[in-house]
């Protein structure tokens, strides 16, 4: 025969060989069945000469005189040691982790036969041919490999051979091997998890009675999801955690907020109740609120060494996994200290985030892969996520073969190389140990885990839906299982450690205690709504944006500071220089829209306000206007003049992010509602890209004020102008966040000059703590460098943000007929055209802000030109798209009976024209128009 070394495969070569080279140094230190097994075996790979040590004459002679004895316990040696290997591998494929008792299909790579071995060779062969802890005190292989069986084929399924990195890989399978997070090794309190699960299915069973199909997402048939979430996060305050963040969606929320995040039972029963009563308005803003299951809670927790952990579960909406990048985002502020200059430090000991997925959702939702993309991402990395997959093996009416196309609900995470724990959800051991191996894989790797808890929905997707007439034979078998309580509750009978009827009493009590809470409830006190803080008006208008003129230098002169001996790429000098000399003349226009905001970073960063800004490739700028990076151009060597700016007094972070937009701007969404006293910018490599985020905005960005009381404050700078390009790289698609316009929800602003957007930066930094709102900018791309757009230094040095902007150049107000509205750009084509030169009657205004809408501004402009006639709102954007549709009812508010009109290009599905020809065509068009009195009367679209 040709016995070889690559018959041994996997883990088991690698052990084979230190056993081989136990042997060559001294033979009897292994087996005599061991001995013989080598002797068969060329020199391996990697050793010496396969003459064996000392004294030769106690091993068998070399291959060629084997005999066929010898031949066979070699051959059955590789078998066994691969059948041990692929219980290792595989074991999960026939494990029982389905409490409705579906029994695997197990695999070939599993069964005696496929390794040509038999139970009398595996009894005949020495347990020493596996490494590891299960090899320990077994008679032989035979009981090796049932204790593999064991472990790998129970009611948990191992998945992990997907994971390449080998310290990772070893302890997992010491953990998983040696049961050390298991009971008995790991004890748990069996009379106290009776308890929990009584209180979890006695909160539910109350519901269900008292409230009569009313939608609730009962967790019953997950009951365990509770256990597990306590042991992460009594692991988490032993550790020393200060912060635990907990993002689910609908399924068990209830549970989990009244049993982990301690909301009183009292609040859920008043929202079940729902009062009559709800404020609904407070100074002059609509308060929405939100339906029971999407509310958030949070609670302290005693730690282990008197250390306060401060669980948290931010509120969400419907759209399942949308929370999933958002609560990263929290958590990877709160582990961050921006407190000193220089790059922040990020501290995953201080923070574990645990999210929550649904088994069709996590397959389904995009969100969730471009959120475990950022797990391993510097700048996102929150030191590992513990993942629970509340599996119930059903989306609302469909079933797992129609909504993914992996083995598991959880298939694609293996490509992110994240362990993943199939545990049966009627296992309570099972799952704590589960929950227990996931916490400390995370404690040690700072990486991402998964426990998909799989378990069966007792009801409909809703508890008014009928689930028996989509999944007949499921809701059959569900009607007779018992619950997972009932089922413990029979094992500690079993086990002797309660008496018969114990449990039962258990649960009457919870049930009884709920009763007599719901009878003495109050829902109009007991009804506690989170509302936002709504700053006085005019606080926004207050602020102090300018700064003086020494000090500007001062900070240009600490951009400019380079590293000893670092050398600046020899193309960028001649911007260097420019910048060097930017302060020379105060009153020169030498100020450009990268200085601006470099300066008032800089500055923010000085008054000691901490920046996160992220985007796609922000750091030298989709436009290569910014630089807030340079490399050495010898060595790569990196340099952020902000990061590294002397008079800093908070962190500053620049970084480039991954190429998405709903979990970054999730994600950044996150940390700003989480750390609020920081600046967080959010860049879109062009404005367009912003609908791959619409689920944030709608759903957080802009709704979470009105619907929770949160109070965001992300900044999001989105490119945005026609400058023939094509129908994309134009929009920012402005109409549609002022369709999300109200209840002052954010900030919209698309202003021209450099100042400008210097001051209203710095605004929005002076506001965060005292009238926090997003701030969404249309930021110029042509106009970065354009002459018209730059500022003096002065400009920077006095004024504020203004929100409009009248015409500089009219000498004479009685002689204007008509009043041009615009913003941006178009603003800026408009002032510098050739056609305005001879219009001497028409006035050029600009909307600096577009919401809220500064109609008291307006109107004084307005005022200011008593002859005037006509009002026309210009823009380059099709009519039924740009702020036309929203500004136009203010607009004819303030024109009183002057007309108004629109100049835009006509309607359009798509935003703007395929062809740079047709593009300059129908823009001078436009402009020539805007100046072109004759035109009076209705809206007047151009048409190519
Ligand atoms: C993005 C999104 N699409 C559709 C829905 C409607 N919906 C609510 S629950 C649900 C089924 C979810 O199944 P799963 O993720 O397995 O969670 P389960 O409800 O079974 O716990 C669907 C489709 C939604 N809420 N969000």
Not at 346 to 371: K, N, R
Not at 881 to 889: L, S
Request: hydrophobic share 40%.
């Amino acid at each position: 025969m040709s016995l070889n070394w690559r018959d041994f495969q996997g883990v088991n070569a690698g052990y084979v060989l230190e056993l081989y080279d136990k042997y060559r140094r001294d033979p009897r230190s292994v087996d005599q069945a061991t001995r013989d097994l080598f002797a068969m075996l060329p020199p391996p790979p990697t050793a010496g000469p396969a003459a064996p040590a000392e004294p030769a004459s106690a091993v068998s002679p070399p291959v060629a005189t084997t005999t066929p004895d010898q031949e066979r316990l070699a051959l059955t040696a590789v078998g066994a040691s691969n059948l041990a290997m692929c219980i290792r591998r595989y074991g999960h494929l026939a494990a029982s982790i389905d409490p409705l008792g579906t029994v695997s299909d197990g695999d070939p790579a599993l069964e005696l036969e496929t390794h040509a071995v038999t139970e009398a060779d595996l009894r005949a062969l020495p347990s020493s041919i596996v490494s590891g802890p299960v090899a320990e005190g077994a008679a032989s292989m035979w009981e090796v490999i049932e204790r593999l069986r064991g472990i790998y084929c129970s009611t948990t399924g191992y998945d992990f051979a997907h994971i390449f990195v080998v310290e990772e890989r070893r302890w997992l399978r010491e953990a998983i091997e040696t049961g050390r997070f298991r009971a008995p090794q790991d004890p748990i309190d069996p009379i106290h998890l009776l308890d929990r699960l009584t209180e979890v299915e006695a909160f539910e069973k109350f519901l269900h009675r008292t409230f009569p199909g009313k939608t609730r997402f009962s967790i019953e048939g997950l009951d365990m999801l509770v256990p597990i979430l306590d042991e992460v996060i009594a692991e988490a305050a032993e550790e020393g955690i200060r912060r635990a963040f907990i993002g689910m969606a609908h399924r068990g929320r209830l549970n989990v907020m009244a049993h982990v995040l301690g909301k009183p039972y009292e609040q859920i029963l008043a929202e079940f109740k729902e009062p009559a009563r709800h404020s609904r308005e407070m100074q002059g803003m609509q308060w929405s609120g939100d339906v029971k299951y999407h509310l958030g809670a949070s609670r302290a927790v005693r730690g282990g060494e008197e250390v306060d952990l401060v669980v948290s579960m931010p509120p969400n909406p419907s759209h399942l996994e949308a929370i999933d990048p958002v609560l990263e985002g929290m958590a990877r502020a709160a582990g961050t200290d921006a407190s000193r200059p220089g790059p922040p430090m990020y501290d995953p000991d201080a923070v574990v985030p645990i999210l929550i997925h649904g088994d069709a959702s996590f397959p389904g939702q995009g969100v969730v892969a471009e959120t475990l993309n950022l797990h391993r991402l510097e700048a996102y990395s929150t030191g590992g996520t513990i993942h629970v997959i509340a599996n119930n093996q059903l989306g609302f009416t469909t079933d797992p073969v129609d909504f993914h196309s992996t083995t598991y609900a959880s298939g694609f995470a293996r490509g992110f190389k994240i362990p993943i724990v199939h545990v049966n959800a009627d296992d309570p051991e099972a799952c704590v140990s589960a929950a227990r191996l996931a916490f400390a894989y995370r404690e040690t790797f700072k990486r991402d885990i998964i426990i998909d808890l799989i378990g069966y929905r007792r009801f409909g997707h809703n508890e008014g839906d009928e689930p028996s007439f989509t999944q007949p034979r499921m809701y059959q078998s569900i009607s007779n299982q018992p619950t997972v309580r009932q089922k413990w509750a029979a094992t500690l009978e079993e086990r002797g450690l309660i008496e018969p009827g114990a449990a039962d009493a258990k649960l009457q009590a919870r049930l009884d205690a709920l009763q007599s809470i719901f009878e003495t409830l109050d829902p109009e006190e007991h009804l506690v709504e989170a509302k936002p803080v709504i700053a006085a008006p005019g606080t926004a208008a207050k602020a102090k944006t300018a700064v003086a003129l020494d000090r500007l230098k001062a900070l240009n002169d600490g951009l400019l500071t380079l590293p000893d001996g670092f050398v600046v790429h020899r193309k960028l000098e001649r911007g260097r220089q420019k910048r060097r000399e930017a302060f020379e003349d105060a009153a020169a226009p030498t100020i450009d829209w990268a200085a601006a905001e470099e300066l008032a970073l800089a500055s923010i960063l000085a008054d000691g306000t901490p920046i996160r800004f992220t985007g796609e490739d922000v750091e030298r700028g989709t436009f290569g206007h910014r630089h807030a990076v340079y490399y050495d151009a010898e060595t790569g060597r990196r340099h952020s003049p902000l990061e590294a700016l002397p008079q800093a007094r908070a962190a500053f972070e620049i970084r480039n992010s991954p190429l998405s937009e709903l979990a970054t701007v999730g994600f950044e969404f996150g940390y700003s509602i989480q750390e609020a006293t920081r600046l967080v910018i959010w860049e879109a490599q062009y404005g367009d890209f912003v609908n791959g985020a619409q689920v944030m905005l709608d759903e957080f960005v802009l709704s979470a004020r009105a619907k929770w009381g949160q109070e965001p404050s992300l900044v999001m700078l989105l490119p945005h102008g026609y400058e023939g390009q094509g129908p994309d790289h134009a929009s920012a698609r402005p109409e549609r966040f002022l369709q999300l316009a109200a209840d002052i929800n954010m900030r919209v602003a698309n202003c021209t000059t450099a100042a400008q957007y210097f001051h209203m930066l710095r605004r929005q930094a002076a506001l965060l703590e005292i009238d926090p709102l997003p701030l969404v900018i249309l930021s110029p791309k042509s106009l970065l460098r354009h002459p018209f757009v730059a500022s003096a230094p002065r400009d920077l040095a006095e004024g504020r943000w203004q929100q409009v902007i009248d015409d500089p150049d009219v000498a004479r107000p009685d002689d204007v007929r008509r009043l041009v509205f615009c913003s941006g750009k178009i603003a800026v084509d408009l002032m510098t055209s050739e056609a305005r030169k001879d219009a001497r009657e028409v006035a050029v205004c600009r909307v600096e802000q577009l919401y809220p809408l500064p109609v008291r501004d307006m109107l004084r402009v307005i005022e200011g030109y008593g002859k005037v006639e006509q009002i026309v709102w210009v823009q380059e954007e099709p009519e039924n798209m740009g702020a036309w549709e929203f500004v136009r009812p203010s607009l004819e508010g303030l024109a009183g009976n002057r007309r108004t009109a629109v100049l835009a290009r006509p309607r359009s599905s798509s935003p703007a024209e395929g062809s740079a020809a047709a593009h300059h065509q129908n823009q001078e068009r436009l402009i020539h128009q805007a100046f072109d009195l004759k035109l009076k009367g209705a809206n007047v679209a151009v048409r190519p």
